[in-house]
């Protein structure tokens, strides 16, 4: 039963490798100066939303040891007011669910961190069957960071990436995720099989 | 003529330095909580990234006009509050006036909030209605005082009697409850119920995103000015060093006017990063209790002297 299920999500994670595009295809970033990118890398407030185990790892990010408010960055509580969306650890189906909420929630432009390897492909949950092993087949995410967990070092590592993809324009995920809803819409309808 | 140029711009120059005071206050808190803090300028930064936010999301019409509301409210007070030692919009009992006025971006606020449906906005403007009949009583009270010990209740009279001695040393008990008072019209931190992030998802400002918090946080900026204003003009002169005629010395005056506001928000800074917050129902009977009792003091005190 169990293996027919994953069978499945390989078969939808093969329909998307299409869903991979390049910057240059017909995205559009015009209208979205440089001087807008600066001060879009320069101030992510991230959703105050925690799942899984990655959550403890924030602690010493947003404290003293590791200062994140040098970069601008803090935790807002409201997906309304924010622009990063951290997926701190193993995704659920029942998590997914809000997850998807609070990125629908969220106003473009808008990002996406993955952390530790269970957004990848599934870490060590990755027979259960409560747990989704690919990510990237339900939202779009801009960087991965891999490990199990990743320490704050690498967290804030990630973060300059992301930072440099901004200013860049590569992080487009949020367009990716406009222009190939029915895809992602349809391999999170065919997870939950009843919406909601 | 110079005077009448710094009126026009005072929203301008309110809003832009409001926002550097803010992000000096940022730095401050984080070097109170040992952290290096994000540069004197993130502000700005904040403010541009919200204004360029490509999606705005809005729920009616007058959700829109809620933020309008406040900005429109905070900067018509702040046409009516002298400042250093200039006022564009002064009459007799202008005092009053402003008493009012200063409710009416609130109130704005309110409407918009209530407007976004959210559950916690509606706990949010609840809190910050309550928190406002509870600081008024004592802030009128002292307000009360002023106006009995200098017989007026214009405020560009009440700058002009302060020449020689500033009110704070004769009222010194109405100065410190009004600076109570202050700490909850600035929403820091004993006080800051309406917007507590960790209860109420910030309250009022919870669906506002994009450009509408970009307002949002102008309109901060002002009330900044327009709070802290208000009370160096009761009590601290008006900011006036220099009484003689002449331009430069209006422009001296001015610049020490924001230098008072930016001292006078730094002390509510420093008060907000080292306390916790009350309950809505402990702050309510906090206000109705202590600070309304000296303020009565004061109040005696000023009618004693001034009939003496």
């Known amino acids: ?196 | 003529m110079i005077e009448i140029l710094l009126y026009i711009f005072i929203p301008l120059i309110a809003s832009l330095t409001g926002l550097l005071f803010m992000g000096i206050q940022r730095k401050i808190i984080a070097r109170i909580q040992n952290r290096r803090g994000p540069p004197f300028y993130q502000q700005y930064i904040d403010v541009l990234k919200l204004f360029s936010k490509r999606e705005n999301i809005s729920h009616n019409w007058i959700f829109d006009i809620g933020p309008i509301f406040a900005i429109v409210g905070l900067v018509t007070t702040l046409l009516f509050i002298p400042v250093g030692g200039f006022s564009l919009l002064s009459t007799d009992g202008d005092l009053i006036v402003v008493m009012y006025l200063l409710v009416i971006s609130g109130l704005g606020m309110a409407l918009g909030a209530g407007a976004s449906g959210n559950p916690n906005a509606g706990i949010g403007v609840m809190r910050g209605l309550t928190l406002m009949m509870a600081y008024e009583l004592p802030f009128v009270l002292v307000v009360l005082s002023a106006m009995i010990y200098y017989h007026t209740t214009s405020l560009s009279e009440i700058v002009k009697a302060q020449k020689s001695v500033w009110a704070i040393a004769v009222l010194p008990l109405s100065a410190i409850i009004a600076d109570i008072a202050l700490q909850a019209q600035f929403g820091k931190k004993p006080f800051d119920q309406p917007i507590a992030p960790a209860e109420v998802a910030t309250g009022p400002i919870v669906e506002y995103g994009g450009k509408y918090l970009g307002m949002l946080m102008l309109a901060h900026s002002i009330g900044m000015f327009v709070e802290a204003g208000l009370f160096i003009d009761l009590f601290l002169g008006g900011g006036i060093i220099f009484h003689q005629a002449g331009v430069i010395y209006q422009i001296l005056n001015f610049l020490f006017w924001i230098l008072l506001v930016f001292i006078i928000y730094t002390i509510a800074v420093i008060i907000s990063a080292v306390f916790p917050r009350y309950r809505i129902d402990q702050a309510f009977v906090f206000y109705w209790k202590w600070p309304t009792i000296l303020a009565i003091i004061g109040l005696a005190y000023a009618l004693g002297v001034s009939a003496w």
């Open chain 1, 1 to 196: 039963m169990v293996e027919v299920k994953n069978e499945e999500k390989e078969r939808i994670a093969s329909e998307d490798m299409g869903v991979q595009i390049e910057n240059q295809d017909g995205i559009e970033l015009r209208s979205f100066g440089t001087v807008k990118r600066w001060a879009t890398k320069r101030s992510l407030w991230m959703v105050h939303y925690c799942t899984g185990c990655g959550g403890i790892e924030l602690a010493p990010l947003m404290t003293s040891r590791y200062d994140m408010e040098r970069f601008g960055m803090h935790p807002m509580v409201t997906p309304r007011q924010s622009d990063l969306l951290l997926i701190t650890g193993y995704v659920n189906i029942k998590t997914l669910k809000r997850i998807i909420r609070t990125y629908e929630q969220m106003p473009d432009p808008k990002y996406v961190v993955a952390f530790g390897s269970c957004p990848i492909n599934g870490g060590p949950y990755w027979d259960s069957h409560v747990t989704i092993n690919h990510l990237d087949k339900y939202l779009p995410v801009d960087v991965y960071i891999a490990g199990c967990m990743p320490r704050p070092q690498s967290i804030v590592k990630a973060f300059d990436m992301l930072m440099d993809m901004i200013q860049s324009g590569k992080a487009d995920g949020y367009l990716r995720y406009k222009k190939y809803y029915d895809r992602y819409k349809a391999n999170q309808e065919k997870l939950f099989r009843k919406w909601w």
